[in-house]
């Protein structure tokens, strides 16, 4: 009987349990694609490949963000190693609200801490760390840009989800950087779908002004809807995702998303190996980029200066 008491400890010993992942995703397997890519290779870097030793059980709310918290506490009740929550503010506060013990990694713009996601970047506290992009503080450099390229505008029109828990205070910052270009603002609300046609027609019917998208993500998921929404209204516009020029539409200007997915799956990697998240401070992607497209650039009759073409971090010809 011992013999096979000895045989039954070291079988065991020698197949650990899994570990397993609950992975929140605002949007659908398709749309998160790359992002899921990225997220994948930065845990490959911490150690950790899905089926091989991890698991990853993931739950979409395919653009219904009010399903969020649901899905959240469905993920805690299972009882997953770490919750990683990417995506954007709403994920990581459904995520924070679902559990004040589980281990949670977010991955996001705007600021953490202005949010209450942590209690500071430095020392986040409590159960929570992940990674912030300036995706949400470069939008007033986004209105520049718009402003750069059609210099005699004296209005501008911008797009925001009055459903983002950052909206007010873009528009705090958009309202201020239009003071000091000289141009006036009107604001525009689209959180559906449905919306957008009507923002764009808005637009076109409004005649040269260019339009300006908020940095929200679910209208950087839905980049190619609006690309050709753009193309179709003839209307110049820019959006924080370089999704958006690859399909068709004007230019960029926001924060390196596969960079920030590539850190959180670091980061969730390392409490899988026993790190605690208090202990992560959450890391500030800095990189910022502006992709132009010059097909679109030559069909909207507003062509770039040279200037600006060298400015570029990618021109798509």
């Known amino acids: ?42 845990l490959g870097e911490a150690g950790f490949v899905e089926g091989r030793n991890v698991k990853i059980d993931f739950q979409w709310a ?42 949670i990694v977010f991955e996001m713009g705007g600021d953490p801490v202005q949010l209450h996601v942590v209690d500071s970047l430095s ?8 990674v912030s992009s300036l995706s949400v503080d470069v939008s007033p450099k986004r209105l520049e840009f718009m402003r750069d390229l059609m210099p005699t505008a004296t209005k501008l029109m911008v797009v925001v989800n009055p459903t983002s828990p950052t909206a007010q205070s873009q528009l705090q910052k958009l309202h201020a950087a239009a003071d000091t ?21 808005a637009v076109a019917k409004d005649g040269a002004s260019g339009l300006v998208f908020t940095s929200d993500p679910y209208f950087a998921f839905r980049s190619s809807q609006l690309a050709a929404l753009a193309v179709k209204y003839r209307v110049p516009a820019i959006t924080q995702t370089r999704d958006f020029p690859i399909a068709g539409g ?3 200007y926001g924060g390196d998303f596969m960079q920030s997915h590539r850190r959180a799956g670091i980061y969730a ?23 132009i497209n010059l ?6 009759g507003h062509a770039f200066s040279s200037a600006f073409v060298a400015g570029a971090d990618e021109v798509i010809e």
């Open 123 to 130: 020392r986040p506290g409590g159960n929570i760390t992940g």
């Open 295 to 300: 097909k679109a650039a030559k069909l909207l």
């Open 181 to 201: 270009l000289g141009v006036r603002l009107e604001i525009l609300g689209a959180s559906k779908e449905a919306e957008f046609d009507s923002v764009f027609a």
């Open 62 to 103: 395919n653009g219904q963000y009010s399903r969020l918290p649901g899905l959240a506490a469905e993920l805690v009740a299972r009882n997953v190693d770490v919750l990683v929550a990417p995506g954007g503010a709403p994920v990581a506060l459904a995520a924070k609200a679902a559990s004040t013990t589980k281990p």
């Open 1 to 42: 009987m011992a013999g096979v008491a000895t045989w039954t400890t070291r079988s065991y010993a020698q197949k650990p349990s899994m570990p397993v992942i609950g992975y929140l995703c605002p949007e659908s397997p398709e749309l998160f694609a790359s992002r899921l890519q990225a997220f994948h290779q930065g």
């Open 250 to 252: 004007l230019m960029s």
């Open 269 to 291: 990697g390392r409490i899988l190996m026993g790190e605690k998240p208090s202990d992560l401070p959450v890391q500030l992607v800095t990189k910022v980029e502006l992709v």
